[in-house]
């Protein structure tokens, strides 16, 4: 089974500049998340989709951070204008609907600079 | 209050040591446990799940106290491959059955 599929694995940037990151979760796993993780900290969830649909998105800072699942498989993550403060690794993860257990991907490393 | 702490250690221990970590967590309504395992620079990966009535997975041992809102994970005959950051993880808050809110993880180093 092929895992959850991210891209790319590392980016710097400027801040004030944007970046987006892409996520390919497992063949049928209807439920998506994306996670921030800083350094010295659990991950974070910012945003988890069913499907094409938003299920929680509360600590999303909604005013530079945006994402989508079009269709209902991939997702993209923007950041838009970036901070230093987002500096961290992005991890999508996926899984079964009603399943507990996630599958992570191995992450996108942000450094804002 | 944090919805889930943990010791951030390190805990050094050596090798065959039996070392344990807990774990507190503050919704009460929480209804699902797990520890995940995170190498460094790598990703988070389900260690076990965790059950009121305790579950044993060969060397690693898991426990949950709900009435204390507690969570433990006991590894016995330490391996230098258990060296990692083990995050403490509650889910099925408020219904979410799906939503995993993670601990800040502690730090192993299992030595020579």
């Known amino acids: 089974e092929a895992g959850v599929a991210q891209s790319p694995r590392y980016k710097i940037i400027e801040k004030r500049q944007s970046v987006a990151f892409w996520c390919n979760p497992i063949?049928?796993?209807?439920?998506l998340y994306w996670y921030q993780q800083i350094l010295g900290q659990g991950p974070k969830l910012l945003i988890q989709f069913q499907n094409n649909g938003v299920v929680d998105d509360s600590q999303l800072p909604k005013d530079r951070f945006s994402a989508e699942r079009l269709k209902g498989v991939d997702s993209t993550l923007k950041i838009q204008p970036a901070k230093l403060e987002d500096s961290a690794v992005y991890f999508c993860?996926?899984?079964?609907?009603?399943?507990?257990?996630?599958?992570f991907g191995s992450g996108t490393r942000l450094t804002v600079v | 209050r944090k919805e889930v702490e943990q010791d951030p250690g390190p805990f050094n221990v050596p090798e065959g040591a039996t070392v344990a970590f807990n774990c507190t967590y503050s919704?009460?309504?929480?209804?699902?446990f797990f520890w995940y395992r995170q190498d460094c620079r790598k990703e988070p990966k389900l260690l076990m799940s965790?059950?009121?009535s305790g579950n044993e997975d060969g060397r690693f041992t898991a426990q949950l106290n709900r009435a204390s809102q507690y969570i433990s994970l006991l590894i016995r005959d330490s391996k230098l491959s258990d060296s990692a950051t083990y995050l403490c993880v509650v889910g099925g808050i408020g219904g979410a059955t799906n939503k995993l809110i993670f601990g800040t993880g502690t730090l192993l180093a299992v030595q020579p």
């Open positions: 965790v059950y009121s």
């Open positions: 063949s049928g796993h209807a439920t």
């Open positions: 919704n009460s309504a929480s209804q699902s």
């Open positions: 993860a996926s899984s079964l609907s009603g399943a507990p257990g996630y599958t």
